[in-house]
């Protein structure tokens, strides 16, 4: 048995944790959105826990991409140009995957050391194929993420699942009793999993092998993010079979992976000991997707040291003990001077105001009340539902002391309606323009880990307006939470339990949902809400009951960081999923 190499960890890792991507730092172009990050949050949390993880991915030499907004309000996309070596070191090992359309395509990964606050160090591997020896075809499987057709995407997750567990192996860790699959892309390496437990079987398959699946199970734990049906990863068999180069017979893996397609979320769910969604509200609507199936929960977190802004770590540091190894200690925030929560938020909101300015052009002021919206542009977020009744907004605008909006997100190169809704808003914003004096607003470009950081620390409201059920958790909102930023949002996702009204932020819209409108009927409605909330409540306390806000600010990060941290994740992660009974 090959030792571990001494420079890849300096533990033999029980737990794998495989990704698509994963969000360490802005600068390391290896995740896309909200999956990304999650996944670099819980391998920060890991190194701080003192957990003996690893964490699996690809490589992408051109990242996502990057955006920029042409004067028609559109969004132009272009291949990021990144060196890895400036962030991360090349390994010396290399293996041959032979399981991509049977040819041999090499691999070698790249590793990234995380080291979490008492030392403890993680591994984050991510694997290339860009590499001389290989077919033109072969070396661009890790050029982008989310780029290319169903057949692309299948030989990327053959590389990531099975490469990743061939991979582990040939770097030495022979010792992991968890491999935990962060959604349905990495689903592929139980195949692995199977041919390591039935090496003898398959020489001798045939029609009647029994297969052991139970073996594998024992070693699978599987998170499932996504509510929405078409969101899950699914290739026709006769795709998989000119595709999948695995001495496993389709009749076989039809048993696990779904009749009709390879349904990758199907595969994980059947192959794994624990599966999970992400909120308690997600667990049950994926319980409903999949009946029968025993899904748990686990509510997402961030990581706390990452996503607290400067201004808020000099005041935690000086006044809370411990909070950023063990978050829960944030609880104390509720009786900070409220004279030292308003200076660190208009530390941060003045910081957002210069990169407003920096790059904008525009005049942002810190004492008007600004609402923040940054978030992948998707149709189900619902990023112009503010604007559902411009003259409304316009209107609570005119009447108060002003209204800021801060908005990002890119739209997957794909996704015709996403990049639709970006153009709506800078349209919308000309009409703002030409209108009113009062209400501004802002659409910053190529929303980042960096942009994410300003703008969920920087305004005072941190807007959410998805279409039900379909947040699975979402995070920007507990980003906002840990900056004293209050949260007013759609009960969907985390904030059906981070929401206390009143106390924590606002709800948006009903508890029910109301299956009695149709889509435009519930847009009016909730956009209605949306108004009424911010003219009754928002408006009034900010301008009106600083006191009352500043509390509020004290209890968002009291009673939601306190919880929505991957602290408490990963310690729930470590009782539910990784614990072996
Ligand atoms: C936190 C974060 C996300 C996730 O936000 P959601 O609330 O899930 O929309 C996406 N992108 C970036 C860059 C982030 O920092």
Redesign the pocket.
């Known amino acids: 048995m090959n030792q571990v190499q001494p420079d890849l960890v300096n533990f033999d890792p029980g737990i794998a944790y495989f990704s698509m991507e994963i ?1 360490l730092e802005t600068g390391l172009f290896t995740y896309s ?2 999956l990304g ?1 999650l996944a670099g949050d819980t391998l920060k949390s890991c190194a701080d826990l003192g957990l003996p993880v690893v964490g699996v991915s690809l490589l992408y030499h051109q990242g996502y991409f990057s955006q920029s907004i042409n004067d028609k309000g559109e969004q132009v996309e272009s291949p990021i140009e990144w060196n890895p070596a400036d962030k991360l070191k090349l390994l010396p090992s290399k293996i041959v995957v032979r399981e991509i359309q049977g040819r041999d395509v090499s691999v070698q990964g790249w590793l990234y050391v995380y080291t979490g606050l008492d030392g403890h160090r993680v591994p984050i591997i991510f694997l290339d194929s860009q590499l001389p020896e290989n077919d033109e075809q072969d070396r661009a499987l890790t050029s982008s993420l989310y780029a290319g057709d169903q057949e692309f995407r299948l030989r990327q997750e053959i590389l990531l699942g099975i490469g990743g567990v061939k991979y582990l192996r040939a770097v030495g860790c022979h010792k992991i009793h968890t491999f935990h699959m962060n959604e349905g892309h990495s689903a592929l390496l139980t195949l692995e999993l199977l041919r390591e437990s039935q090496r003898n079987v398959l020489e001798t398959w045939d029609e009647d092998t029994v297969w052991d699946f139970e073996k594998v199970k024992n070693q699978c734990v599987f998170t499932t993010h996504t509510p929405v049906a078409a969101g899950h990863d699914k290739f026709p068999y006769d795709l998989v079979e000119k595709t999948l180069n695995v001495n496993i017979p389709i009749k076989a893996l039809k048993k696990i992976g779904g009749e009709e397609d390879l349904n990758m979320t199907t595969l994980g769910l059947n192959l794994s000991r624990f599966a999970n969604g992400v909120a308690q509200m997600h667990g049950d609507v994926s319980r409903n997707m999949f009946p029968g199936r025993d899904i748990d929960f686990i509510t997402n977190g961030i990581h706390v040291p990452t996503w607290t802004h400067t201004a808020f770590k000099k005041l935690y540091d000086r006044s809370i003990r411990l909070w950023a190894k063990d978050p829960k200690y944030l609880r104390h925030a509720m009786n900070l001077p409220p004279a030292d929560i308003w200076a660190a938020h208009m530390d941060s909101k003045t910081n957002l105001m210069e990169e407003i300015a920096r790059t904008t052009g525009e005049k942002f002021d810190p004492e008007i009340l600004t609402l923040g919206f940054a ?2 542009a998707a149709a189900y977020k619902r990023a112009t539902l503010m604007f559902n009744d411009l003259d409304r907004l316009i209107e609570i605008a005119e009447n108060c002391d002003g209204l800021q909006l801060v908005f990002a997100g890119k739209s997957h190169p794909q996704d015709q309606a996403g990049k639709g809704l970006i153009r709506d808003i800078h349209q919308f914003n000309d009409e703002i323009k030409r209108r009113s004096k009062k209400l501004k607003l802002v659409y910053l470009p190529d ?3 960096r ?2 950081y300003l703008i969920t620390g920087g305004v005072d409201v941190w807007v ?1 307006t998805p279409l039900r059920p379909h947040e699975a ?5 507990m ?1 906002a939470a840990l900056n004293g930023v209050l949260n007013l949002s759609i009960l969907d996702g985390w904030w059906v339990e981070g929401c206390l009204e009143g106390i924590t932020g606002w709800a948006i819209g009903d508890v029910d949902p109301r299956s009695d409108l149709d889509r435009e009927a519930l847009d009016r409605y909730d956009a209605e809400s949306l108004y009424g909330k911010l003219e009754s409540i928002v408006v009034p306390t900010y301008y009106q009951n600083r006191e009352r806000w500043i509390q509020m600010q004290g209890y968002a990060i009291g009673v939601n960081a306190s919880f929505f941290n991957t602290h408490r994740q990963m310690e729930q992660y470590v009782c539910k999923a990784y614990f072996i009974r």
């Not at 958790?473 to 909102?477: D, E, H, K, L, Q």
């Open positions: 969000g959105g909200g990050v978030r992948r929303y980042n880990m942009l994410g959410n958790s979402g995070t920007s909102g980003k």
